[in-house]
């Protein structure tokens, strides 16, 4: 049978075109047969005239359904549209056929069914019969093709318009059958749509196991993170595959489709409701002005990229150090806001020169500063990088935005920052503390406006553990958690990024803002999250059967169980509900270069030691590992 089948799809388009052709054409002189026999009351056997006139008439029905494009489309995926587009053909074909009597009546003069006059039933039940043959021809090729050829067995929750299209757009690219639709409503409950019934949200389980469901697809794309969120809270429970389409906003250039669906992420997961931005302070730093963004092909550097391209800047310029970053930045930003004028930089925040060359031939007003090492371990093993890239790197940006005049500097700061337990966390708070510092020093001619803005993990980030986890299922696994207990606040990108810009528009100087987080969440239960919600079981000692072992490995050098994101108490609202303004202790000038002259002077001398010892008084809270774990000094040791 599988041979039949193969041997009839890979037959070429115009051989199946014509063996489509002929059945139509065998089934409406058949239908024409059987009407007439009823007509006469037994078996009917025409004249040669009207045996001419009898294929003429399926001849004329096959050219007016090739006019209306009828064969254009495949004939094994039936739907309203081809069942509509063959109603019409067959229906402007009876009408012909009809009138067609009436127009040669020699045809019918010495035929002895006419000679009772013509007999209108006859061509009514004929039309009928070629309606029930050919639209039955086509979901018995549906039926008959479709076992062996979907990939894999579905349910789509949502019977929307997006979920029927969704449907639709499935049986076209057969690699999914619908085989049922859930919904909440109750008027669309044990309905059919497109011949596919709709059941309620209590009949999932039952048709997961009954039908050997392979996948959920979620398609609701008005449905608000609240809501999705609840709704992958009940279906990963039942260790299924979930992709989920798109918000309405990413659909609106054209009807659904199967490329659309993306797997399940973190941000789906977490349900963080965003505020409504404020438009005047987004635009307040960057519309008709030369914005610069330090870092800018990083992960948060090209995302404030983005938001300022959108928010109408007359110039950006992205300075980065690693060249491909800034390619695949500026290719991206140029495709999608062509009116924006875009400059890329290589140069490194270090190279004093050459910042306040930069600064001031753009004649550059608002700077983004998000050039940093963050990734807790690197920084610790490379110590000696992260002190001169985050600590020095920032003095010499904000020193020579000082000097050119620049109206905004924004740095982007972290919650390591707070009480570190790390290198990478005590170079950002003291970079911190050089802003509040040049801020605060009213002897020189300081026109510029310094803030900086603190918050937690961003989603999607690079070097962040969510991709991690995803890259480990697909390899399957084990997936790597260093702690059970560890908690982490997360935010996505975006939102990130348009809170720092809002933020950075209402300091009025050294002010540190914090950002609202929300609920911290446990990164074991994200792991077992993502397992389940990717159609896969935990393998631990209660299922020793499963797919993916989660194995913890251990606190990484630097790294805490959980994160702060202020130092003291004394916090304050502002005009915005996801944001805060901190107050926080700073250095004295005399302080400040007194540290990062010991700081130079160890990283000179490469003693480690010393450098942890003078982070330590310098930055309020710091807690260093004992261990040292720089990556040189160990090698040095061997």
């Known amino acids: 049978m599988l041979t039949i089948k193969n041997k009839i799809l890979s037959l070429p388009r115009k051989s199946k075109m014509l063996i489509v052709s002929f059945s139509d054409f065998a089934l409406l002189l058949i239908s024409s047969f059987i009407s007439l026999s009823i007509s006469t009351g037994g078996f009917f056997l025409p004249g040669k005239e009207l045996t001419l006139k009898l294929i003429i008439g399926p001849l004329l029905g096959v050219s007016i359904l090739y006019l209306l494009g009828v064969y254009k489309s495949i004939v094994r995926y039936i739907n309203f549209s081809g069942i509509y587009i063959l109603l019409k053909a067959l229906f402007i074909f009876a009408l012909i056929d009809i009138l067609s009597f009436f127009i040669f009546p020699n045809i019918r003069l010495h035929d002895p069914l006419f000679d009772i006059g013509p007999s ?26 479709s076992d062996s050829e979907f990939e894999s067995k579905v349910i789509i929750y949502g019977a929307g318009s997006a979920g029927i299209q969704l449907a639709e757009a499935l049986r076209v690219s057969r690699e999914m059958q619908p085989v049922a639709f859930i919904d909440n409503n109750p008027s669309l409950q044990d309905t059919y749509l497109g011949g596919t019934r709709v059941s309620s949200p209590s009949d999932l389980e039952n048709l997961i196991i009954q039908e050997e469901i392979d996948e959920v697809l979620i398609a609701i794309p008005s449905a608000s993170k609240s809501t999705l969120q609840s709704l992958l809270k009940d279906i990963e429970k039942y260790s299924i595959k979930v992709r989920i389409l798109p918000g309405l906003a990413e659909l609106a250039q054209g009807k659904v489709s199967v490329s659309e669906l993306k797997e399940v ?7 963080r409701i965003e505020v409504e931005a404020n438009d005047e302070l987004l635009t307040r730093d960057i519309k008709d002005k030369t914005v610069l963004i330090t870092g800018g092909g990083g992960s948060i550097g ?35 806001y062509p009116k924006t004028d875009i400059s890329t930089v290589i140069c490194n925040v270090t190279n004093h020169q050459r910042m306040l060359e930069i600064f001031n031939s753009f004649k550059v007003e608002t700077i983004y500063h998000t050039a940093a090492y963050k990734h807790v371990p690197l920084v610790e ?121 809002q ?27 993502l397992i389940s ?26 790294e805490k169980l959980y994160e702060e994101l202020l130092i003291g108490e004394d916090v304050a609202e502002t005009s915005h ?43 309020l809270g710091f807690i260093p590992e004992e261990e040292i774990v720089d990556i040189l000094y160990l090698q040095n040791q061997n």
């Open 381 to 501: 093993e490379n110590p000696f990088e992260g002190v001169e890239n985050n600590i020095f790197g920032t003095k010499i940006a904000i020193e020579s935005a000082i000097k050119a005049n620049v109206e905004t500097f924004v740095l982007i700061s972290t919650d390591k920052a707070v009480r570190p337990t790390n290198i990478m966390g005590a170079t950002k708070r003291l970079s911190e503390m050089i802003l509040q510092t040049l801020s605060d020093d009213k002897l020189g001619e300081n026109s510029t406006r310094m803030t900086m803005v603190r918050f937690g993990n961003v989603l999607g980030s690079s070097g962040s553990a969510v991709p991690l986890f995803q890259q480990q299922i697909k390899n399957g696994g084990p997936v790597t958690v260093t702690d059970s207990e560890i908690i982490r606040y997360f935010m996505s990108i975006s939102e990130a990024a348009e809170l720092v810009i």
């Open 265 to 271: 992420d973190i941000s789906d997961l977490l349900g």
């Open 302 to 336: 090209s995302e404030i990229a983005k938001q300022v391209a959108i928010y109408g800047a007359k110039k950006l310029i992205i300075l980065d150090t690693n060249e491909y970053a800034l390619y695949s930045v500026k290719q991206l930003l140029e495709s999608n």
């Open 533 to 558: 919600l990717s159609g896969l079981e935990i393998r631990d000692k209660s299922n020793p059967e499963g797919d993916i072992e989660i194995i913890f490995t251990g606190l990484r050098p630097g």
């Open 503 to 529: 933020a950075g528009a209402m300091g009025k100087g050294g002010d540190v803002f914090v950002l609202d987080m929300g609920e911290p969440v446990k990164i074991y239960d994200l792991a077992k999250r």
């Open 577 to 619: 509900k996801q944001i805060w303004r901190a107050e926080e202790d700073s250095l004295s000038s005399a302080d400040l270069d007194h540290y990062l002259n010991l700081l130079q002077e160890a990283s000179e001398t490469n003693d480690v030691t010393a450098l942890k010892e003078i982070l330590k008084q310098a930055v």
């Open 120 to 145: 209108s039933r006859a061509w009514i039940i004929s039309w009928l019969l070629g309606v029930i043959f050919i639209i039955g021809s086509r979901f018995a090729a549906n039926s008959f093709f």
